[in-house]
């Protein structure tokens, strides 16, 4: 098979400088080097951590973008629609301060009468483009414009998400409502966080009869719904930003109690561990060099996941007539109030209902991501 | 088994207590009572509607007396609704509630397990990115926005189905898929995962190396193994459901258990607050203990482990 | 002998984020009827992904066959569609797997298991194939097989299991028995019962077996001819005699010097240093040798092609080269060597 001719200088033994053979071929990395690095890659979590960073900044800072202030009632300016410089002019968004609709009636003087009584019969103010004059033997349509800004005699003023039923600028309530909303998530997962990690930690670490009776505890609390507790915690304690985040962590601390004993549980037995404590590693080496950063992650993405599901129960209380008490906003309580007018002004259930959507998928998507990124399975 | 079951059984009855005695203590803390309005009563009055509402005994025999009537499926008296009993209130609501919630179920379950398993089938391709996308969009809106959201878009703008009430079938659309969401994102995800880890299995590959078609192989062999595990998300979902109801039932005025006791939080009607609560509680418990029961039956490993017959 | 199975140039690789991993780069072979073919290698070697791309099994994305032909009894494999494999697989060519604990379905009785291959081959009725069930497992040395074929896995110790598996890839009789390291995952004492069982079953149904481990004694014990992978490639091919008595390559050296025996008094194992090179960057010349304390220039920069050493025997090293330097292998190797050839290398795998 091999007649080729090679050259004889060849076949002289290999001039080794020095042992390359176990060099390993990829750089070493840290484990959260390795898994910011898998983050970075995770296109969905990094716009979600954006969206929550502005959201959060917008939260702290919007407020401050206007001088309307979020408990400013005005029942003269009550119910604007959005309008935002700059944007007024372009159709196709509802930024323009106009109210839009569209009336049929037998015939066109009909069909603008019932657009004049609609709107205030304010005539000046109301621009009216004829679809169908009705002449064809269909019903006449009429659209109608309404520009409710020049017929309160707002022309100069701009509300960007508009008014609420009293006056009150919306942008500067819904940002107000995003800043106590998050605020009382991120309470109510911290809290959950600190008892559930002490309670699953010690009753792991300490295993036998305190696990033994810490856990029946813990199997007979599990039990009780998150909403039984909740409601029954907001019919004592009336609502309230800080009653509420108390209701939340009542049971709340709980999964993540459990998701740290059984890691803490698993871990205890892993080879790793018994072999640093066959070394003579002391427990406080073994808790802060083994346990602590095999559970950081765990605690990182728990708490992740537990942020959207308070902010959910927030609103939710909110929607269900158990949340906060006026002129108090959240987001729960913007989108209920926004519910009640849903069919004549859309616009004050949308812009909270949209933020606290964006809020949840963003914690989910990268809450998911983090999760990726630190499981260590997934290494390639 | 027999042990585990008893076991169970115990802490599901000390979990019942705990609750029905937690809510006991806090309607006697609880500063509305049927004496609301007091100062409109007479004094004679006054008796006699505390005779009426046993709060003339001293409290251990309340307490007592709640509990004895409580086993009899008595939830005491409603506040507002004419004195009637909570009980029967709640059992003539519960019909659409009922319906509501099996839809849900069933089209969430459908959709979402189907859902899950062409994301597994076409792992990495954009079915897979869609249906992903979908379950976190449907785990994290809430379902009372979505449903908002489908009232006024589907309902109001485009008028394509009834807006709200509880008259025939197309009534029902809007609010099963409002909330089938959770449901479906749930659905799904679990399956898109247990299916990837099941078609990974070795024994998969031995199912193909026997030359099994595909079908047979994601059917026969896949499906079975995968939906194992389903019974974990039972759970999850039938909290998602009973909260869902509550403010389903609220937005499109679906005359169900749900609307009544958001009725009664604005009226302050804690008879029926309590009787709601106590019923969620059980019935979530229940389905716990049935679940976990169910899981040791389906899936053979775990019934020999309990003990070789 | 006639070949019933011929692999010529196959290449594997799978395309992962970091770039291709070729994890199969030419690699040919041929079984003949009848004959146990041992491919021998240490992990990551390419043995099992081999043996996957002659099933057909290789997950397509990410891994792909890039080039090459397998031929069973003249028909190329790789030229089939999932369909006419399906065909194939189970009745021309079937396979045995590493961990038993694993490769049956959990949720399925094992009767079923046996069954489904039947019934889609040799179109058996439910009640034909259910008798044959019972006779493959008492074939594979299943006690009460009657009852036996209505239990779930689950209910077998792991031996009974791989049994179980046996009788699985049995039941159509096929042509070609890929066995993936069947016994690795078994008891020292269940790995013989089970290698006996295989030797057994052999002779009376004349399958053709290709036989995949990292575990020399039990290729003594088992093949006929022996394949040695290293990197993706076999770089020796020869009877289990060649292999054993004149091996060739290095690489094989280091193999057998790192093989325990019992009557070796100054056992002294040989540890072939480093860790075989990363497949994403082959090296351009001999993947060996950078860890071939006998590597010369010429391995740093051309791929060695196969050197005959006798009809049955073949290596690639360029160490066969006329050119080279004459190497002897090191001298606990031939110490080995000559233990084998006193005691007869058969009888080596009852220690492994």
């Not at chain 1, 196709?92 to 569209?102: C, E, K, S």
């Not at chain 3, 004959?35 to 997950?59: D, F, H, Q, Y």
């Not at chain 3, 002897?328 to 009888?347: C, D, H, I, L, Y």
């Amino acid at each position: 098979m091999a007649n080729k001719d090679y050259d004889k200088d060849l076949f002289v033994p290999l001039e080794r400088e020095d042992d390359t053979s176990e060099k390993i071929s990829r750089p070493s990395l840290t484990f959260w080097q390795d898994s910011w690095m898998r983050l970075k890659k995770n296109t969905g979590a990094l716009i979600g951590a954006w969206v929550l960073i502005i959201i959060t900044f917008m939260a702290l800072a919007g407020p401050f973008f206007n001088d309307y202030g979020f408990d400013e009632q005005n029942l003269i300016r009550s119910k604007l629609p959005p309008k935002v410089q700059g944007l007024e002019n372009i159709d196709w968004l509802p930024f323009q301060g106009t109210m839009h609709r569209t009336f049929e009636a037998e015939t066109l003087e009909d069909a603008k009468e019932d657009a004049i009584n609609r709107f205030k019969r304010d005539e000046e103010n109301i621009e009216m483009t004829v679809v169908d004059d009705g002449s064809n033997g269909g019903p006449a349509i009429v659209d109608a414009e309404f520009d409710v800004y020049a017929n309160q005699g707002f022309e100069d003023e701009y509300f960007w998400f508009g008014t609420d039923t009293l006056g009150r600028d919306q942008w500067t309530r819904v940002w107000k409502g995003t800043q106590i909303s998050l605020y009382i998530a991120v309470l109510a997962a911290f809290i959950d966080m600190v008892i559930g990690v002490a309670y699953g930690g010690i009753s792991a670490y300490y295993g036998g009869r305190v696990d033994d009776y810490m856990q029946r505890i813990i199997e007979i609390l599990i039990g009780i719904p998150n909403l039984v507790v909740v409601i029954l915690m907001i019919l004592i304690l009336s609502p309230g930003i800080l009653s509420i985040t108390i209701a939340l962590t009542i049971t709340g601390w709980i999964p993540m109690a459990r998701i740290i004993r059984g890691q803490v549980l698993k871990l205890k037995n892993q080879e790793f561990v018994l072999a640093s404590r066959t070394l003579g590693a002391s427990d406080s080496r073994i808790i802060m060099k083994q346990l602590v950063p095999n559970v950081t992650g765990l605690i990182v993405i728990n708490t992740m996941f537990t942020i959207p599901g308070a902010i959910f129960f927030e609103a939710f209380l909110s929607f269900i007539g158990l949340g906060l008490q006026p002129p108090v906003a959240s987001l729960g309580t913007l989108i209920d109030e926004g519910f009640q007018s849903l069919q004549t002004f859309p616009y004050l259930m949308i812009y909270p209902a949209i933020i606290i959507s964006l809020i949840m998928i963003a914690f989910n998507i990268v809450a998911d991501g983090l999760r990726d990124a630190f499981d260590p399975k997934m290494r390639e | 088994m027999a042990r585990y079951i008893f076991q169970r059984i115990v802490y599901m009855f000390i979990t019942m207590l705990l609750i029905a005695t937690f809510s006991f203590f806090l309607m006697k803390l609880l500063p509305g009572s049927p004496l609301m309005m007091e100062d409109k009563l007479t004094e004679e009055q006054a008796v006699i509607i505390k005779e009426k509402y046993g709060l003339n005994d001293p409290v251990p025999v309340q307490y007592v007396n709640y509990l004895a009537n409580l086993a009899q499926g008595d939830l005491g008296i409603s506040f507002q609704q004419d004195n009637r009993g909570v009980t029967k209130i709640l059992i003539e609501r519960a019909g659409p509630s009922i319906q509501l919630g099996a839809q849900a179920l069933i089209f969430g379950l459908a959709f979402g397990l189907l859902l899950g398993i062409f994301a597994a089938l076409y792992h990495n391709s954009p079915i897979d990115y869609g249906s992903t996308f979908l379950a976190v969009i449907g785990k994290s809106i809430p379902s009372f926005v979505f449903a908002g959201l489908l009232q006024y878009y589907i309902g109001v703008k485009l008028g394509w189905l009834p807006v709200a009430f509880w008259e025939g079938f197309e009534y029902t659309i809007m609010p099963t898929i409002a909330l089938a969401m959770f449901p479906i994102a749930i659905a799904a995800r679990f399956m898109r995962t247990e299916m990837l880890e099941v078609l990974g299995s070795d024994f998969i590959t031995t199912a193909r190396a026997k030359g099994v078609n595909r079908l047979g192989v994601l059917f026969k062999h896949g499906l079975r193994n995968a939906l194992i595990p389903l019974v974990t998300i039972i759970g999850p979902m039938a909290i998602a459901l009973l909260t869902g109801n509550l403010v389903i039932e609220n937005i499109f005025a679906i005359p169900g258990i749900g609307d009544t006791f958001v009725q009664a939080v604005m009226t302050n009607d804690f008879p029926i607050i309590m009787g709601f609560t106590l019923i969620t509680g059980f019935l979530f418990i229940f389905i716990i203990l049935i679940v976990d029961l169910l899981y040791g039956v389906i899936d053979p490993r775990i019934r020999l482990a309990g003990g070789e017959k | 002998m006639e070949n019933i199975l011929e692999v010529n140039d196959l290449h594997v690789s799978f395309d992962t984020y970091g770039g291709e991993v070729k994890a199969v780069r030419g690699v040919s072979f041929e079984l003949r009827k009848g004959e146990t073919l041992a491919i021998v290698g240490e992990s990551g070697s390419g043995k099992s992904v081999t043996t996957k791309a002659l099933m057909g099994l290789i997950p397509q994305p990410p891994g792909r066959i890039k080039q090459g032909e397998v031929l069973l009894e003249g028909k190329d494999l790789t030229k089939m569609n999932e369909r006419q494999l399906q065909k194939i697989r189970g009745r021309d060519l079937s396979m045995i797997f590493q961990d038993p604990m694993t490769s049956l379905n959990p949720t399925m009785k094992v009767g079923n298991q046996i069954m489904e291959g039947l019934i889609k081959h040799q179109k058996m009725s439910r009640s034909q194939a259910k008798k044959r069930a019972v006779e493959l497992l008492e074939m594979v040395g299943i006690p009460n097989p009657k009852a036996r074929i209505n239990q779930y896995p689950h209910q077998f110790s792991g031996g009974m299991r791989q049994r179980v598996v046996i009788a699985i890839a049995l039941a159509c009789n096929p042509k070609v028995l890929i066995a993936d390291e069947p016994t690795t995952a078994l008891d020292v004492t269940i790995q013989a019962q089970i290698l006996e069982l295989m030797k057994d079953l052999q002779h009376k149904t004349e399958t053709s077996i290709i036989f995949i481990t990292h575990d020399l004694g039990v290729v003594a014990n088992v093949a006929d001819r022996v394949a040695v992978m290293y990197a993706g490639k076999i770089v020796e091919l020869g009877t289990v005699d060649d292999i054993f008595y004149n091996p060739q390559h290095p690489y094989t050296w280091g193999l057998l010097g790192s093989m325990p025996t019992l009557d070796d008094e100054e056992s002294e194992l040989f540890a072939i240093p480093g860790t075989p090179p990363d497949l994403l960057n082959p090296p351009k010349g001999d993947a060996f040798a950078a860890r071939n304390e006998y590597a010369m220039k010429i391995d740093e920069e051309e791929q060695p092609p196969f050197f005959q050493v006798s009809d049955t025997h073949y290596a690639a090293t360029w160490l066969l080269h006329e050119n080279a330097p004459k190497v002897e292998p090191p001298e606990s190797v031939q110490k080995r060597m000559q233990g084998f050839a006193n005691t007869g290398a058969s009888e080596k795998g009852d220690n492994a």
